[in-house]
């Protein structure tokens, strides 16, 4: 493991953060790196923050796991599973380079890579969290398949920390592609999903596939025959890697725009319908980015008429930054935080003012 | 332990007048099958673990959800447990019945509602095979990844219950990562979506956590599966090695070069003769260990990982390498190994599988952990191990009409399974706790962690109603046994294939 690396067990100071905040009632507002602190409604509340419970905990490579504390820097870990030559699959976005593992895994986001490898919480195997009962606990493991009581490790995945507090996780973490191409084609957005039916059935190895500006941008991965037929088949120009780090990190000039950023996550068979605004694909059809001065409602509209739904990425356009769900969906939610933080100490009102 | 439900442990059940709650159901849902007579009943009295049998109090084979929802207000207004039953191929004794329940047959509802090849899913109910979807999605060219051996039979609302498994997980994953939707109904009757046809949905992964949930959270009424376009080719090698731990390093180079194959498996010296006995797949009976590994997907990367595969093998010290020639000769392959548990059914009475996941690093150390166990009880140990994703089956062969033998089993099985958590694993992979394993659950997870399950629980079923007794030990439970203790449990379903 890499000397430079700074590990610190810090976690009697959290656990011990969270349990005065029980005994005072104390609502905490969770933080990493606060790179995704624009996503839901602002906490109020006492700052706890996980960037000094730091470092690797364990990594073997031949294992395909590895183990950080929640305050690990994203990119300390991207460059240790580098170095092995492996990565964490789903590629999160960092949106800044402060973003922490714990941080990664509360949010949930995935990258480019989602629908083709699986999304952040497909990759959760365990964690450590602190409890509304102000206890440090350890659920699932460091081993591929454990199906031993509930899988609270996925179900702390896209939580944004209102069930808990995130201490540690262990990630699956897979080889890197042995070969990678990048295209760009100009193609209708239409043409461009037809293309892109076709070759799924054909099982290319496609690994990113998003239409911006009138071009279909697409990445293969895999070995280097295959990807180098599909390179054939598909034709098109180069295209610099960097684009997909741009898309992840919502770099390319598509995002520079005033009018709100909203995510609609959608069948990936979904008809192109008109948006009211300037979209771009992502997910080979599955997520599309959206810049819209259209209100909450109509957005959501159109994302629930396609089965989908919509998430607001710009903080005070819309007081339900994430769609609204069902009322009866709603009750378990609610009866979930009650019985797993009941003092609600954990970060209050950041998804939903419910809870 | 005795397996059935013990109030003075589990927790109380309330004493029902069954001839009441049969007249109030013929009552409110006319059209509802009921089973109460006692012969009608004795077909449900267990599920694939068969060892353990009891009669439940009244079987329903509900055929629409209206009638589930139906049927569980009214048992949540009665307080009435009840037991959720797919095809009843588990192995863990998850749907086995309660003396003062009802058992919620699933089986009716059986229809493939749509297959979507261009979203590439497919849209059933939870009676449906696992075999079935892939069948059905196979003139699209796709299939349904998830391959739990008794996929001929198990139903996929059972394989999300149990987040089943299969020979092929580490490279395409568990059901959790291969369904998009499901539709639940909870006690309180209340029908919910989880998940969604898009990949992900608002709010908590409710989807995640009801998969591998084991009946306990609600009844899974619908299920949006996945599909995957078919790997153009697939290939396997059959390795020999004159020790274990050579073929324990093998799988760890393999990995680390950065092949991640579609199959990968090890049998050890016992499995390999039961095998080689009963299939004549042409294995090497006087190899210490054998692997198979798998390659699937494009042609040319088959071909690329194949040689890069045999290389890796040669200098682990394999001592023959063998590329099946053909299709015929890869199912033989497979056959030996798919047939591993039958084939030790034929070389002793008895025998009973354990489901224990280590990290990889740890198995020469928990197969010599093993080896010496087996010597120090008595009992031979039969090793077939998913090496891939660390998931070992060790079969215990044992005589029950011996005396003695099965309690001895018993005994090895409970250490076998203390070895597997001390190396940092589990007590359970794919099999699920059910009722077989609930007292090594407290092994597992210390008074803290099952009180966070039962609040899992209480967020769902605050009565307790859903399948009571089964994968969350009371902490009364673990009072009374701390340490391990295994119960014995025979192989039912000997004409499906064990992995």
Same mark, same amino acid.
């Given at each position: 493991?890499?000397r430079?690396l ?7 100071r ?7 905040a029980i ?7 969770i ?8 996503l839901?409604t602002?906490v109020?509340g006492?700052?706890i923050d996980t960037r000094?419970?730091?470092?690797i ?5 031949s ?5 950080a504390?929640a ?5 300390e870990m991207?460059a /240790?599973?580098?170095?092995a ?12 380079e402060a ?10 986001l995935s990258g480019?890579?989602?629908?083709w490898?699986?999304?952040?919480r497909?990759?959760?195997?365990g ?13 699932g493991?460091?081993v591929?398949k ?8 996925r179900?702390?995945s ?5 069930l808990?507090l995130?201490?540690? =996780?262990?990630?699956?973490?897979l080889?890197k592609?042995?070969e990678?191409?990048? &295209?760009?084609l ?7 999903m037809?293309? &892109?039916s076709?070759?799924?059935k ?11 500006? %009138?071009?279909?941008h697409?990445?293969?991965?895999g070995? $280097?025959g ?5 390179a ?8 610099d ?10 770099r ?6 005033d ?21 771009i694909?992502d ?7 959206l810049?819209?001065?259209?209100s909450?409602d109509v ?7 396609a089965?989908g739904h919509?998430?607001? @990425?710009v903080p ?5 930054? @994430?769609?609204p769900?069902p ?22 009102g950041?998804?939903?003012a419910?809870? | 332990?005795s397996? $059935?439900?013990d109030?003075?442990l ?8 069954k001839?009441?709650? =049969?007249?109030?159901?013929r009552a ?10 006692q012969?009608?009943?004795?077909p449900?009295?267990?599920d694939?673990?068969s ?9 329903a ?15 949540n ?15 863990s ?11 919620l047959?699933?089986?009716r ?14 849209r059933?109910?939870?009676? =449906? ?12 060219g796709?299939?349904?990844a998830?391959?739990?051996s008794?996929? /001929?039979?198990?139903s ?7 987040n089943?498994?299969?020979?092929h997980?580490?490279?395409? *994953? ?5 369904i ?14 989880l998940?969604?046809e898009?990949?992900d949905?608002p *709010?908590?992964d409710?989807l995640a956590? /009801?998969t ?7 009844v899974v ?6 599909l ?9 090698l ?6 274990i ?6 799988v ?11 199959g990968?498996?090890?049998m050890?010296?016992?499995a390999i003769?039961a095998a080689?006995? @009963?299939?004549h ?5 006087d190899a210490?260990a ?6 699937d997907g494009a042609?040319?990367? =088959? ?10 093998l ?7 390498i063998?590329l099946?020639?053909n299709?015929?000769e890869?199912?033989r @392959?497979?056959? %030996? ?9 034929r070389i002793s ?15 020469s150390r ?9 010597a ?9 191990f998913h090496?891939?994703d660390g998931?070992?089956h060790?079969?215990i &062969?044992f005589d029950?009409n011996?005396?003695g033998e ?7 099985g ?12 589990? /007590? ?11 007292n090594?659950m ?16 209480a ?6 109603l859903?399948n009571?007794?089964k ?9 009374e046994?701390?340490s391990m ?6 192989l ?8």
């Amino acid at each position: 493991m890499r000397r430079d690396l700074i590990s610190i067990d810090d976690s009697a100071r959290l656990v011990d953060q969270v349990q005065c905040a029980i005994a005072r009632r104390q609502p905490l507002r969770i933080r990493g790196g606060d790179s995704k602190a624009f996503l839901g409604t602002q906490v109020q509340g006492e700052e706890i923050d996980t960037r000094s419970h730091r470092g690797i905990v364990s990594y073997d490579p031949s294992e395909l796991v590895i183990t950080a504390r929640a305050g690990t820097p994203l990119a300390e870990m991207n460059a /240790i599973l580098d170095e092995a030559g492996q990565m964490l699959p789903c590629e999160p976005p960092t949106f800044g380079e402060a973003a922490t593992i714990g941080g990664v895994v509360a949010a949930g986001l995935s990258g480019p890579r989602r629908p083709w490898a699986g999304s952040v919480r497909d990759f959760v195997l365990g964690c450590r969290i602190v409890t509304g009962e102000g206890r440090h606990l350890r659920f699932g493991g460091q081993v591929m398949k454990n199906v031993a009581g509930y899988d609270v490790s996925r179900l702390m995945s896209g939580s944004f920390g209102c069930l808990g507090l995130i201490t540690e =996780v262990s990630m699956k973490v897979l080889p890197k592609p042995r070969e990678t191409r990048c &295209l760009s084609l100009a193609l209708e957005a239409s043409e461009a999903m037809r293309e &892109l039916s076709s070759w799924r059935k054909a099982a290319l190895p496609v690994s990113g596939a998003c239409h911006v500006d %009138g071009r279909l941008h697409v990445r293969l991965e895999g070995g $280097a025959g295959s990807v180098r037929a599909a390179a054939d088949r598909i034709g098109g120009e180069h295209l610099d890697d960097d684009f997909w780090t741009s898309l992840r990190e919502h770099r390319l000039a598509f995002f520079e725009d005033d009018r709100p950023l909203w995510r609609l996550s959608l069948p990936n068979a979904t008809p192109l319908a008109a948006l009211p605004g300037d979209a771009i694909i992502d997910w080979g059809g599955a997520q599309r980015w959206l810049k819209s001065e259209a209100s909450a409602d109509v957005i959501r509209g159109i994302a629930s008429a396609a089965a989908g739904h919509a998430t607001c @990425f710009v903080p005070g356009v819309t007081p339900e930054p @994430f769609q609204p769900i069902p009322a009866a969906l709603m009750r378990f939610h609610t009866q979930l935080k009650q019985r797993l933080d009941p003092h609600r100490v954990f970060n209050p009102g950041r998804m939903y003012a419910d809870y | 332990m005795s397996y $059935a439900y013990d109030e003075k442990l589990d927790g109380p059940l309330r004493d029902h007048d069954k001839a009441r709650i =049969v007249r109030d159901l013929r009552a409110l849902l006319p059209d509802l099958q009921l089973l109460h007579a006692q012969e009608d009943l004795r077909p449900f009295e267990c599920d694939g673990l068969s060892a353990y049998r009891i009669t439940p109090m009244l079987v329903a084979l509900p055929d629409t959800i209206d009638e589930v929802q139906a049927l569980l207000k009214y048992a949540n207004a009665h307080d009435i447990p009840v037991v959720a039953r797919g095809a009843g191929t588990g192995l863990s004794g998850g749907a086995l019945p309660l003396e003062k329940g009802i058992l919620l047959v699933m089986a009716r509802f059986s229809r493939i509602l749509e297959v979507d090849a261009e979203a590439g899913i497919a849209r059933v109910q939870p009676g =449906v095979r696992n075999l079935a979807i892939s069948q059905a999605a196979a003139p699209h060219g796709l299939y349904y990844a998830p391959d739990p051996s008794s996929q /001929i039979a198990c139903s996929i609302g059972g394989n999300v219950a149990e987040n089943a498994g299969g020979v092929h997980c580490l490279k395409y *994953g568990l059901t959790v990562h291969n369904i998009l939707r499901v539709e639940i109904v909870t006690i309180d009757g209340e029908r919910l979506t989880l998940g969604s046809e898009a990949l992900d949905a608002p *709010g908590f992964d409710l989807l995640a956590l /009801i998969t591998g949930s084991e009946g306990m959270l609600g009844v899974v009424v619908e299920v949006t599966v996945k599909l995957l376009t078919k790997p153009q080719s697939a290939k396997v090698l059959l390795a020999s090695f004159d020790d274990i731990e050579k073929a324990g390093n093998a799988v760890a180079q393999i990995i680390a070069a950065g092949v991640i194959p579609g199959g990968l498996e090890m049998m050890d010296n016992l499995a390999i003769r039961a095998a080689e006995d @009963f299939i004549h797949a042409g294995y090497p009976v006087d190899a210490e260990a054998l692997l198979l590994c798998e390659v699937d997907g494009a042609e040319s990367d =088959v071909e690329e990982d194949c040689a890069r595969v045999e290389a890796l093998l040669r200098t682990a010290g394999a001592t023959d390498i063998r590329l099946a020639a053909n299709e015929a000769e890869r199912q033989r @392959f497979w056959a %030996g190994r798919k047939n591993a548990f039958p084939a030790v059914g034929r070389i002793s009475p008895d025998y009973y599988c354990m489901d224990g996941t280590i990290p990889r690093r740890e198995l020469s150390r928990v197969l010599r952990g093993i080896a010496d166990l087996s010597a120090q009880y008595g009992l031979r140990v039969a090793n077939v191990f998913h090496a891939g994703d660390g998931n070992m089956h060790p079969l215990i &062969l044992f005589d029950a009409n011996a005396a003695g033998e099965m309690d001895r089993a018993e005994a090895i099985g409970a250490r076998i399974l203390e070895l597997c958590v001390e190396a940092g694993g589990s /007590i359970t992979g794919e099999h699920g706790v059910g009722r077989e394993k609930i007292n090594q659950m407290c092994a597992q997870f210390n008074s803290d962690e099952l009180t966070f399950f039962h609040a899992v629980k209480a967020a769902f079923d605050p009565s307790g109603l859903l399948n009571p007794g089964k994968n969350v030990p009371t902490l009364h439970r673990c009072a009374e046994f701390g340490s391990m203790h295994v119960h014995h449990g025979a192989l039912p379903h000997p004409e499906l294939e064990r992995f």
